[in-house]
T-cell receptor, first 113, second 108 residues
Framework: DAGVIQSPRHEVTEMGQEVTLRCKPI?????LFWYRQTMMRGLELLIY????????DSGMPEDRFSAKMPNASFSTLKIQPSEPRDSAVYFC???????????FGPGTRLTVL | KNEVEQSPQNLTAQEGEFITINCSYS?????LHWLQQHPGGGIVSLFM???GKKKHGRLIATINIQEKHSSLHITASHPRDSAVYIC??????????FGTGTLLAVQP
């Protein structure tokens, strides 16, 4: 299995631009998580899905952030408009409901200038 | 007060030393996770435990539910063990609450 796949691995953009991060979970996994990691706040859960349905988005910072999971094999995290404080590494992880072990993707390092 | 606290924040050891990283928490959990983040940034799940002790190679994780405390031990440490080790709490849902991590450097 290829593991959790994220793209792009690195993204540099200018303030105000729209940014879309992508994630392909491990086949057969039905829970998907988006995390953000910064030096100041460490790892934080942004949102998670079970069976493609958003369960908890209380970690989404504000309306500029949105996440979708149109099918079991794909999810996006969108930031519009982006701001310098959004600069972070964004991780996607997947698991099977009921197993608790999460498998992390390699992350997307986002820099907003 | 943070729900999960790790100690120490930074740890430097000589190759071959026995290493212990601690995690204390203040909320009810269904499981506690230990994660390893390599210098390149990748995150790997090491253990998930809800009671007792688990061992994988040179790594041992223990948890005491009554005392709300877990430890991660590394025996015969090696420079390739250098990483950030993160404790995370799992609740009734699949949400994880992360500790701030322990930065371990093992010197040859």
């Amino acid at each position: 299995d290829a593991g959790v796949i994220q793209s792009p691995r690195h993204e540099v953009t200018e303030m105000g631009q729209e940014v879309t991060l992508r994630c392909k979970p491990i086949s057969g996994h039905n829970s998907l998580f988006w995390y953000r990691q910064t030096m100041m706040r460490g790892l934080e859960l942004l949102i998670y899905f079970n069976n493609n349905v958003p369960i908890d988005d209380s970690g989404m910072p504000e309306d500029r952030f949105s996440a979708k999971m149109p099918n079991a094999s794909f999810s996006t995290l969108k930031i519009q408009p982006s701001e310098p404080r959004d600069s972070a590494v964004y991780f996607c992880a997947s698991s099977q409901v009921g197993t608790d072990t999460q498998y992390f993707g390699p992350g997307t390092r986002l820099t907003v200038l | 007060k943070n729900e999960v606290e790790q100690s120490p924040q930074n740890l430097t050891a000589q190759e071959g030393e026995f290493i212990t990283i601690n995690c204390s928490y203040s909320v009810g959990i269904s499981a506690l996770h230990w994660l390893q983040q390599h210098p390149g940034g990748g995150i790997v799940s090491l253990f998930m435990l809800s009671s007792g002790k688990k061992k994988h190679g040179r790594l041992i994780a223990t948890i005491n539910i009554q005392e709300k405390h877990s430890s991660l031990h590394i025996t015969a440490s090696h420079p390739r063990d250098s990483a950030v080790y993160i404790c995370a709490l799992g609740g009734a849902t699949n949400k994880l609450i992360f500790g701030t991590g322990t930065l371990l450097a093992v010197q040859p």
